[in-house]
């Protein structure tokens, strides 16, 4: 009795011991797997194939299995362990009879393997055991059962011994069945979850897809609702501005309107310019905080409310986008506030080009706008606009010999133009050279030269072009010629040198295609060629001196403009050339620009030393073909003049024929002079 008393309390111990181990099997199973059904369902499929699982396990190495075990149970954390237990209690007790069934099965087929190799079913059993205690909630509980166990065997018999150890190892068995099937659900689950990681990448790809699209689409609708909003705002203003706008003069409709010139404005004077602004109605206490271009705006709105036209005329410089502005010449056509802007639209209609003399009405500018705008053309270089659009380009004009000639000789009797008319005279069309070392008066011969033009020929064009010179003779020039001075003084750029002497050229070449006949003075061509050697791009051929083989070019053109048109027209160049400067440069310049002119006076640096002037070395000064400028008899007289001084030397030539000049009135009374000692 007391055997079989054991024995049942055996059992009772072996089937607590069976439910605890179930128990941490499934919360192994449940916690690698998400989902309950598929580990059901592969747990219900292995058990009706205990044998494929059995030649499976033999296949498997050893390891590989106790590696899966521990990795799983390391993963699992207290808390989530106590929760399942909690959960997973009444189905272990649902499940019960079902599992009893497929233990019977599975212990048939495990006692085969026992009787194979027990050492590896003790060895596993113990492992199983050490693994089951790391968790940690039923640390406790195993260690009870392995302490009652171990004093019952000792006192076991051999037959209650061996039912222990069958009933060990079929525990054993099935637990080792039940983790090799866990890890094979775990390699199916991986296999599972890797397209599901990828659809996990796609939607986040189409997440991030779909914000960044919002985020544009947000942002395009901001920018459209500000766009509209300035839209409707710039409407409004430019509604405001129409109504405000002062209706302007049409002078196609009423050409006697009054008229007001803005350019009488620009060459006003500061002071003049407030006592007018005052006059307007402009606060007399703020007057000293205006600007000049202020000052001027605001008395022409008040002209523009009296119904006075504005005019205004220019010269057109055409920018390469297309549209230009009129420069004043006041400011040698640099770029100012007083320009005027004129359209595109009027240029291509109108044939205009860069240099034109434009004459046209004024519209006054809104408050967006920074310039006065050219609203009608009127005049283009002083004719009408008709004869503008059918004029010929100056490239197609022919050129021909000066034959038509200027005298230089006028009431003031100076000595220097009476010279200059009797041994090289100047011809309308001509390309003359003034060939001057320093401080030899070349300046001040030029000044002679256009106030004697500006006197006999007043129809002439008079130019004069200062390149890279000092201001006080700017100013100078400005005060002692009738003409237009246009200049650049030597503080400023290159660029500025090049573009004051292109908008002279072009301005000549414009009133030479309406039949004018235009003088320019250039002081000098040496400083204009210097000042393309340093702005054209570098061609890598480099002359003596440190000049460009291509800087030539363009003075060449400048130069080589000068001619004498066919049908009429003229354009005369009067440039002077430095010499005996002590730079390579400056004399290579002089080589080239020396067989180009047709006409050449040279100045003596002897005879400036000597305090002799006009110092004109006559013998080396001439004109090419002059036969076509001076009549016969008086170029008799000439050559027996030349004649009469070509055994003196050079330096005695000139003061001893001005003391002979200055005996007579002018160059007539001077050649009967000498027909009377010729006739004694």
């Known amino acids: 009795m007391a055997e079989e008393v054991k024995q049942e309390e055996e059992r009772n111990l072996a089937a607590e011991e069976k439910k605890s181990v179930k128990v941490v099997v499934k919360k192994r199973v449940r916690k690698t797997t998400p989902k309950k059904d598929s580990s059901d369902k592969k747990a219900s499929d292995s058990s009706d194939k205990p044998e494929e699982i059995a030649a499976e396990k033999e296949e498997t190495p050893k390891k590989t299995r106790k590696r899966t075990t521990k990795k799983k149970v390391s993963k699992t954390t207290e808390e989530d362990q106590q929760l399942e237990l909690k959960l997973e209690e009444p189905e272990v007790s649902q499940e019960k009879p079902k599992k009893a069934k497929t233990t019977r099965k599975k212990v048939q087929v495990k006692k085969d393997l026992t009787k194979q190799n027990p050492k590896e079913d003790s060895t596993s059993a113990l492992e199983i055991k050490e693994t089951e205690a790391v968790n940690g909630e039923n640390e406790e509980s195993l260690k009870k059962t392995v302490s009652k166990r171990v004093p019952i065997t000792k006192s076991k018999s051999k037959t209650t011994t061996k039912t222990e150890n069958s009933e ?55 920018n459209n609702r500000r766009n509209n909003s300035q839209r409707n705002n710039r409407n409004k ?78 010269t057109l410089e ?5 549209y230009g502005f009129l420069r004043s010449s006041r400011n040698s056509y640099i770029s100012g506030p007083e320009d005027i802007y004129v359209s595109s639209n009027l240029i291509r209609h109108n044939a205009l080009k860069t240099g034109d003399l434009v004459f046209g009405q004024v519209k006054t500018p809104r408050d967006t706008e920074r310039f006065y705008g050219l609203h009608r053309i009127l005049k283009v270089n002083n004719d009408e606009l008709i004869k503008a659009k059918k004029r010929p380009s100056f490239d197609s004009l022919t050129p021909r010999f000066p034959d038509e000639r200027m005298r230089l000789e006028n009431s003031s009797e100076d000595i220097s133009t009476r010279l200059i008319d009797m041994f090289c005279p100047i011809g309308k069309g001509q390309r003359s050279l003034i ?31 200062l390149v ?19 200049a650049s003084t030597f503080d400023e750029q290159a660029t500025r040198h090049v573009q004051v002497a292109e908008m002279a050229i072009e301005k000549a070449k414009r009133m030479v295609e309406a039949n004018k006949d235009v003088v320019i003075l250039l002081d000098s061509i040496t ?127 000139t003061p001893f024929l001005i003391d002979k000049m200055r005996k007579a009135k002018n160059n007539e009374a001077f050649f009967k002079s000498i027909n009377t000692a010729i006739a004694k």
């Open 318 to 322: 055409v920018l390469p986008d297309g």
């Open 527 to 653: 400083r204009l060629a210097r000042a393309y050697n340093q702005t054209v791009p570098a061609s890598g051929k480099i002359l003596s001196g440190g000049v460009d083989s291509n800087a030539l070019h363009k003075p060449k053109r400048f130069f080589g403009a000068a001619r004498n048109m066919e049908g009429g027209g003229s354009l005369t160049i009067i440039a002077t050339a430095l010499i005996e400067t002590g730079s390579r440069m400056d004399e290579v310049i002089f080589e080239e620009f020396k067989g180009t002119g047709n006409n050449e006076i040279v100045l003596d640096r002897r005879l400036s030393d000597r305090r002799i002037f006009p110092s004109i070395n006559l013998k080396k000064s001439g004109t090419r073909r002059d036969d076509l400028l001076i009549p016969s008899d008086e170029a008799q007289r000439i050559w027996i003049i030349r004649n009469a001084i070509n055994d003196m030397d050079e330096v005695d030539q």
């Open 237 to 314: 203003n430019n509604k405001k501005h129409y109504e405000e706008r002062i209706e302007e003069v049409n002078l196609d409709e009423n050409p006697d309107a009054p008229t007001q010139l803005i350019n009488d404005y620009y060459y006003m004077s500061f002071d003049l310019l407030r006592t007018k602004g005052i006059e307007v109605g402009m606060n007399a206490e703020n007057i000293f905080d205006y600007k000049r271009q202020e000052i001027i705006t605001e008395i022409l709105k008040a002209q523009c409310q009296k119904n006075i036209a504005l005019v205004v005329e220019g």
């Open 468 to 486: 890279d010179e000092r201001p006080e003779e700017v100013t100078d020039m400005r005060d002692n010629v009738k003409g237009e001075v246009i």
């Open 168 to 222: 060990e190892s079929n525990l054993d068995k099935t637990n080792k069945t039940e983790v090799a099937q866990n890890s094979q659900t775990v390699e199916v689950k991986k296999t599972a979850d890797s397209p599901k990681a990828e659809e996990r990448v796609q939607r986040d790809n189409s997440q991030t897809n779909r914000r960044n699209n919002s985020r544009n689409n947000n942002s395009n609708n901001n």
């Open 435 to 465: 060939v001057a070392p320093p401080r030899t008066g070349k300046t001040v011969l030029m000044q002679k030269i256009a106030n004697a033009i500006s006197e006999n020929y007043p129809e002439i064009s008079l130019i004069v072009l």
